[in-house]
Antibody, heavy 119, light 108 residues
Framework: VQLVQSGAEMRKPGASVNVSCKAS????????MHWVRQAPGQGLEWMGI????????RYAQKWQGRVTMTRDPSTRTVYMELRSLMSEDTAVYYCAREPPAAATRFDSWGQGTLVTVSS | SYVLTQPPSVSVAPGQTARITCGGD??????VHWYQQKPGQAPVLVVY???DRPSGIPERFSGSNSGNTATLTISRVEAGDEADYYC???????????FGTGTKVTVL
């Protein structure tokens, strides 16, 4: 199992960023995918979930309206777009896989993508 | 929303036992998962469903959960266990996937 994320990004305040996570080594549509954020020196923060089979999504309240998660089963890739970036969005963003049947645990993680927001 | 509270830090000598607590309202009724995160690395699942271990995780890592406290126990601590540890549960609230505040384990 591998989750490989796109590389580090630098953006100015107000811009948007799109982070990708390409899955391999398992049946893509069988597992849910999450995005988790970690600001510098801080803890883990859940952002949302996407169901790769049908594209259903659920976002954490904090990011409603600012985040969009999508998936492309043909390339086994999920995407997370964050808009209206602020300096406080500087963080490492992880994708993480959840096994099916409401397992609720994250059994595999991407390597993380550092997003830096600075003017 | 549901809150999970962990001690900021735990210090332990090599060979001794480290216990990391995770407090939450009636957490004993939930399935608790634990992750280890070393500096500059992604988190790794070390215990799930309170006390199960993924393949490849040493038996030195164990978990328990009752009442308002879940505990991750690391026996015979090694220098390589030095890391941040996070608990994690699913809750039927608006933001259902909840992480604890994290505990830094220092091996003396």
């Amino acid at each position: 199992v591998q989750l490989v994320q796109s590389g580090a990004e630098m953006r100015k305040p107000g811009a948007s960023v799109n982070v990708s996570c390409k899955a391999s080594g398992y049946t893509f549509t069988d597992y849910y995918m999450h995005w988790v954020r970690q600001a510098p020196g801080q803890g883990l923060e859940w952002m949302g979930i996407i169901y790769p089979d049908d594209g259903r999504i659920r976002y954490a309240q904090k990011w409603q309206g600012r985040v969009t998660m999508t998936r492309d089963p043909s390339t086994r890739t999920v995407y997370m777009e964050l808009r209206s970036l602020m300096s406080e969005d500087t963080a490492v963003y992880y994708c993480a896989r959840e096994p099916p049947a409401a397992a609720t645990r994250f059994d595999s993680w991407g390597q993380g993508t550092l997003v830096t927001v600075s003017s | 929303s549901y809150v999970l509270t962990q001690p900021p830090s735990v210090s332990v000598a090599p060979g001794q036992t480290a216990r990391i607590t995770c407090g939450g309202d009636n957490i004993g009724s939930k399935s608790v998962h634990w992750y280890q995160q070393k500096p500059g690395q992604a988190p790794v699942l070390v215990v799930y469903d309170d006390s199960d271990r993924p393949s490849g995780i040493p038996e030195r890592f164990s978990g328990s959960n009752s009442g308002n406290t879940a505990t991750l126990t690391i026996s015979r601590v090694e220098a390589g266990d030095e890391a941040d540890y996070y608990c994690h549960v699913w809750d039927s609230s608006s933001d259902p996937y909840v992480f604890g505040t994290g505990t830094k384990v220092t091996v003396l």
